[in-house]
């Protein structure tokens, strides 16, 4: 499958600001599903809103960009009303967590078999650069201008702790093992999760010291240690996830696992009405 | 399904059986009182009838689910009550947007908010239509006996399929738990996707078959292309979702109509309307105007029935129906208007009825 | 085998030149007709693709991999 066998070429060049790593996800994706030479026409990609939510519309396939927070609810819908169709969610981390949040618990719960990748910029980019509930502790956006009150999301602790069936974290500064993951998720049934720290120099970086797409790319590779590298004493996942300045994300394969997927459950044979009488 | 004949059931059973009956084949929802038995029954039969059935975290994404399922060409519904409807209200309007179809029962009871939750109102038959943002038409229904919530059901499925768009049929927590005598007739029309050609509806097409389907809330070009900025295809496009159903108005509504001659019009409709009866069999200067459609306005059928008279709207809201009953009654030459609302839960009485007329 | 840029897609945001461990991409200092500061492809002998092979296989893909506007190109 050729690149713009993928992406409607008709629509290029996309809309996301010069140094975005939704471009970075948008080649993974494509890499992911030519390797594997999975068929579009029996995929859906579902989205939310969102710079990230725009990513389907660009995919030469069906594509549903739905309302707001809701991406989940409406592919467990299409998902089980259709069983044979692959459906990916691709949207950002305030459509899937923070207006979403209730609905991605739930859909790991139930083990629907969806796959999501989840493209966690810190923020909200495509309405000018408010604070997410990723956005990492003490950093300034539109609406924390004196720094980040509050603590950000572990949204792949979040997703393995609610029982997905696999959970992995990566950035856009690598490609390569995104590509892996996104192919492991889109081969594993039940609720699959791919995270992906990506950069927003525009509307977040800018914001941080951060304007240019390369300084912000460098700070995300900086500031991710692989698992299986972590060597300091561990107190919980979570003392991770606050991270600031100082900081730093935790990146690799959180689970694997094989808990049955949500599915048709059981035919029962009693007559809840009775036939009318002849 | 149930087969043909004559059944005795309450009107949640019935209307879960008339989805089933329309083709319904899948179904999901939250509990709320009123509308939870629906949703039991469901669980019970849609998986022996080969569909799906889910149970939400809420009722976004029960009718979240329900469209999604609808984009595939799946006929489905969800059934709540007074506030998960509102809840739902962003993806109704979602799904005119996109041209989806899909049903959605709504069981009224006492508003606003929690309001009384067992108790009997009208209180949702604006928001039916008015409650998403923007421009855009829905269908809505109102039955008043169970057997009307069967023949309406299997209704708004057609509906919803002919015209693409989010049919809402109006229940309420008395004909909920009302039971009684209803016949299943042999021949039910089931209209299937594509199958009625109606001008301004484009055709359906499901997700999952190689249409290279771009479905979007946004502003839409014919390509499914977001298009947000354009003058003209914004217009265009919310233009065309509003006229395929008012200008099939005439197609669409479907009113009873009882001594269309005489003075006294009583307009009422739903469980508040089965007062009227008793006051027609009694006296020869009354007649009823009920619609089974509420929404768009039948009124093509308005027009005879509407011809300087006085006019009396029953409903159990304090406002409601009767702004759109006037506005159209005046453009006829009607100048005398009651209403008589009654809210808390007391169903309107032949009495209450009666004291107005007597007044005249 | 080496990389290309494409002009109409660039949009000059550096990334290439930041992933690219063998440093085959330096900055641009021309304006092009876009209205962005496009990479130039200055030691193409340096990469990976064009040194150990002469066949049509790819060994490595990160620049066209982490590109957001899919403007580079292997020719």
């Known amino acids: 499958m050729e690149f713009f066998d993928f992406y409607r070429k008709d629509r290029w060049p996309h809309q996301f600001c010069p140094g975005c790593g939704l471009g970075t996800v948008m080649n993974s994706l494509y890499k992911a599903f030519s390797d594997l030479n999975m068929d579009l026409k029996n995929t859906v990609f579902v989205s939310g809103i969102g710079c990230t939510g725009r990513v389907p519309g660009y995919i030469n396939g069906d594509s549903v960009h739905t309302t707001h927070g809701r991406p989940i609810a409406f592919a467990t819908g299409i998902k089980l009303a259709r069983p044979d169709l692959n459906v990916v969610v691709i949207s950002g981390d305030g459509d899937l967590f923070a207006i979403g949040g ?73 490609p390569n093992q995104l590509v892996n993951s996104i192919k492991t998720a889109l081969t594993t049934p039940g609720f699959t999760f791919v995270e992906v720290i990506s950069q927003c120099p525009v509307n977040f970086g800018r914001r941080n010291k951060m304007g240019d797409p390369v300084y912000h790319l460098r700070w995300i590779k900086d500031h991710s240690i692989p698992l299986s ?20 994300y935790t990146i690799g394969e959180f689970v694997k696992r094989d808990r049955a997927p949500y599915g048709k459950t059981i035919e029962t044979e009693n007559n809840i009405l009775r036939p009318p009488k002849e | 399904m149930l087969s043909p004949g004559r059944y005795f059931l309450s009107g949640n059973v019935a209307v879960a059986e008339a989805s089933l009956l329309a083709g319904c084949r899948f179904y999901s929802g939250y509990p709320i009182t009123p509308s939870s038995e629906i949703m039991e029954h469901m669980a019970a039969r849609m998986e022996k009838e080969g569909g799906v059935f889910i149970q939400t975290e809420d009722e976004i994404s029960a009718i979240a689910a329900a469209i999604g399922a609808g984009m595939t060409g799946t006929k489905s519904m969800t059934a709540t009550s007074g506030p998960g409807f509102s809840l739902m209200q962003e993806n109704i309007g979602y799904a005119a947007m996109t041209e989806t179809p899909v049903v959605i029962v709504d069981v009224m009871r006492g508003g606003p908010s929690t309001g009384q939750v067992t108790i009997v109102a009208q209180g949702d038959v604006m928001q039916a239509r008015f ?7 829905n269908i809505v229904l109102s039955a008043n006996s169970v057997q009307e919530l069967i023949d309406l059901t299997i209704r708004a499925f057609n509906l919803s399929v002919m015209f693409r768009n989010p049919v809402i049929l109006l229940s309420d927590a008395e004909l909920a738990r009302m039971i009684e005598k209803v016949e299943i007739s042999k021949d039910i029309e089931n209209v299937d996707f594509n199958q009625v050609k109606i001008p301004d509806v484009p055709e359906f097409r499901p997700l999952g078959r190689g249409n ?62 089965r007062a009227a009866y008793p006051i ?7 007649g009823l105007f009920r619609p089974r459609t509420l929404w768009p306005f039948p009124e093509s059928k308005a027009k005879d ?8 709207t029953v409903e159990m809201n304090l406002r409601g129906y ?39 | 085998m080496y990389p290309t ?24 200092k021309n304006l092009s007709q876009r209205g962005y500061f496009n990479p130039v492809v200055d030691y193409r002998e340096k990469c990976t693709n064009f040194r150990l092979q002469k066949g049509q296989k790819i060994l490595c893909e990160i620049c066209w991999l982490t590109c957001p506007e899919h403007a580079i190109e292997f020719i």
């Open chain 1, 229 to 248: 590298k972590v060597t300091f004493d561990m107190k919980s996942p979570f003392d991770f996830m606050d991270i600031d300045f100082k900081g730093i």
């Open chain 2, 322 to 360: 009767d702004l759109e009953v006037e506005r159209v009654a005046r453009k006829y030459g009607s100048k005398n208007f009651r209403n008589i609302k009654i809210i808390g839960g007391e169903v309107p009485t032949p009495k209450h009825i009666m004291e107005v007329l007597e007044v005249n």
């Open chain 2, 212 to 273: 290279k389907l771009a479905i979007t809330g946004l502003t839409h070009d014919e390509r499914g292309y977001p298009i947000t900025t354009d003058v003209n295809v914004h217009r265009t496009l919310v233009t065309r979702l509003v006229n395929k159903i008012k200008n099939n108005e005439k197609m669409i509504s479907d009113v009873e109509i009882i001594n269309p001659e005489a003075k006294n019009i009583i307009v009422s409709y739903g469980i508040s309307s």
């Open chain 1, 102 to 174: 209730n609905h991605i618990i739930h859909a790991a719960r139930r083990n629907v078999d969806i796959k999501v990748i989840a493209v966690n910029n810190a923020t909200y980019g495509l309405t000018g650069g408010q604070l997410a509930p990723t956005t990492p502790h003490n950093m300034i956006t539109t609406t924390s201008p004196y720094g980040n009150k509050e603590h950000p999301f572990a949204l792949s602790e979040l997703v393995a702790a609610a029982g997905a069936n696999y959970v992995a974290r990566w950035t856009t500064a690598h």
């Open chain 2, 305 to 312: 029935v509407f011809e300087d008279k006085n006019i009396i």
């Open chain 2, 280 to 286: 027609l069999k009694k006296r020869r200067d009354v």
């Open chain 3, 5 to 28: 840029i494409n002009t109409d897609y660039c949009k000059g945001c550096n990334l290439c030149v930041e992933v690219c461990p063998k440093t085959v991409f330096t900055v641009g």
């Open chain 2, 131 to 137: 409650g998403s943002h923007g421009d855009y038409e």
